[in-house]
């Protein structure tokens, strides 16, 4: 289920921790509310924004180290029994969609409908939406949800942390003082702007892919992608309807075979 811990994406996950827990150091030691709360025993507030750093960090190891959907045998047999026969996986229409299961040339694995293979993870990855620097592991069917998630209690941390770092700037007569007494503060709020325009960005975007039912290499690619190339504009085999998209992505557990859907929707009547 999980990746080696020491491979490749050690530094970047060291980076990740140690910049959280520093930033959160910095809003204690500082004259904010937190540290004022915590010095009168009040320490509900201090206590919940502890766990809730510490949850962000759990999830970015979670979804870091977690296996995103990586395709290591031929399915065919899952296929099969899922319902999708031989002779739909190796349908051709002319000038129509193209449904043939391309055999990746790298994994010389039969690739499902909606998988990519990765450079980086040196993997074929079910409904791939995007390879992530930041957390060193490909974003796919497995891990998609939990990647979401992530950025919604990553972005309640950096907004609750603006908010902390905002009272803790005190007066001091001149600006060369005062940037001598908040220079520290400062750094992290400007950090904290950064990072929260960043995840909000991101969490929107996610989002509002979800709500259509494709992915970010989808979305980004479509005109390469053969299943996709010979769709119009407009035309999304995947879509559902927004609320059942929503659904499926985050209460509907499972490896989807997508090619169901596709054939559906090719053969409903127009």
């Given at each position: ?84 026969s031989e002779a739909q996986q190796n349908m051709i229409g002319p ?128 005109h390469r992608i053969s299943y996709l190339k010979h769709c119009g ?38």
């Open positions: 289920m999980f990746k080696n811990v020491f491979g490749s994406g050690f530094l970047v996950r060291t980076a990740h921790v140690v910049l959280t827990w520093v930033v959160t150091l910095i809003l204690f030691l500082h004259d904010t509310e937190l540290r004022k709360q915590e010095e009168t025993g009040q320490l509900v507030q201090p206590v919940l924004f502890v766990l809730l750093v510490l949850l962000s960090v759990l999830l970015y190891f979670a979804v870091s180290l977690m296996d995103p959907g990586f395709i290591l045998t031929d399915d065919r047999d899952l296929q099969v029994s899922l319902g999708v000038g129509s969609k193209s449904l043939r299961r391309r055999c990746c040339g790298h994994c010389l694995l039969q690739q499902p409908m909606r998988s990519k293979h990765c450079q980086t993870c040196h993997h074929c990855v079910r409904r791939y939406d995007h390879h992530c620097p930041w957390i060193e592991n490909c974003v796919g069917e497995k891990n998609h949800r939990w990647f979401v998630l992530y950025l919604a209690v990553q972005l309640l941390v950096l907004l609750w942390g603006l908010h902390i770092a905002w009272t803790g700037f005190g007066l001091a007569p001149g600006l060369s003082l005062w940037l001598w007494s908040n220079g520290v503060l400062l750094t992290v709020l400007v950090l904290l702007v950064l990072l929260a325009l960043i995840v909000l960005l991101l969490l929107g975007s996610h989002l509002y892919l979800i709500s259509l039912n494709t992915t970010t290499w989808e979305f980004m690619s479509r504009v407009d035309e999304n085999p995947f879509d559902r309807g927004t609320l059942h998209n929503l659904w499926g992505f985050f209460c509907v557990w499972g490896t989807m075979v997508w090619e169901q859907v596709y054939f559906r929707e090719a053969s409903d009547p127009v």
